[in-house]
């Protein structure tokens, strides 16, 4: 009966260790998510462990002449993260006057990220193995940005700090061994964090839909985009097993929120 109580009360008590926030404005798309933050860890904080993460990155491309070496394609990715930067306080006012930074190594990988506090990242391989336009190049950004506008590393972060204490309460209250623990968290991975991180994927691609439009980037570019990925990743994991959507899925979705941000582009033209 006391373990049965103390079971009824973990969520209340994780939840204690949470904060619910608002990252973000909805914009047209209306990403409207409440987000659960861990109390103890700030956004600042986060910043500042992704910022040198970035840098140690660059530091090792660099050391390798890997870094930015294709200097037409860097003066793109800049142009157009510049087009789309100026857009960001629609969702979030204060992103406006991060440290933004775009650097480009030299790599096969198809492959690209924004970092929190707005450190930007693309391989080379992406622009040129896909044959990449400015439209197609402004989706990927815009998702990648979205993702650091919504502090998705920071909820990551979080999620995962409280997964890992529920689990070991839950251990530790019903006596299980290892193999019986392992068993829970893959449950709690499976049930819990890997839909959560579908969401925060289909949140990026529908604000950075929107990011590309207010920047007169085509919003039917995130069609062919993901088309392009499709037929790059034959034999993807079923959607269950991802944290990404599946590519159908995908399209999908961003086809039928294309004419919520249609006008935007129209009038950015």
Excluded at 108 to 122: E, Q, R, T
Excluded at 131 to 137: A, P, R, V
Excluded at 221 to 247: C, D, I, N, R
Aim: negative net charge; aromatic residues 6%; contains cysteine.
């Amino acid at each position: 009966m006391r373990i049965r109580r103390l079971l009824c009360c973990l969520p209340l008590l994780l939840l204690a260790s949470c904060e619910s926030v608002q990252t973000t404005q909805g914009g047209a798309v209306g990403v409207n998510r409440s987000q659960y933050m861990f109390s103890g860890l700030s956004s600042a904080e986060v910043d500042q462990m992704a910022a040198e993460s970035y840098q140690q990155m660059l530091d090792e491309a660099r050391s390798e002449n890997l870094l930015n070496t294709d200097t037409a394609m860097l003066r793109r990715l800049r142009r157009i993260a510049d087009e789309l930067v100026k857009e960001v306080d629609h969702f979030r006012p204060d992103a406006s006057q991060w440290d933004w930074e775009v650097n480009l190594i030299k790599s096969d990988a198809l492959n690209a990220s924004c970092m929190p506090g707005g450190k930007i990242l693309f391989f080379t391989g992406i622009v040129d193995k896909l044959k990449l336009t400015d439209d197609e190049i402004a989706q990927i950004m815009g998702h990648e940005i979205a993702h650091a506008l919504r502090e998705h590393g920071r909820e990551a972060i979080s999620r995962a700090y409280t997964t890992q204490m529920g689990t070991q309460v839950v251990g530790a209250l019903l006596g299980l061994g290892d193999g019986a623990r392992q068993a829970a968290d893959m449950a709690v991975q499976y049930g819990l964090t890997l839909p959560n991180s579908r969401s925060n994927e289909t949140e990026a691609d529908l604000i950075g839909l929107e990011l590309a439009a207010r920047a007169g980037y085509n919003p039917e570019a995130a069609v062919t985009l993901w088309q392009k990925m499709a037929s790059a990743s034959q034999g993807e994991p079923p959607a269950f097993l991802s944290t990404h959507p599946t590519s159908s899925g995908r399209i999908d979705n961003l086809r039928a929120n294309i004419p919520k941000v249609r006008p935007l582009y129209e009038a950015a033209r």
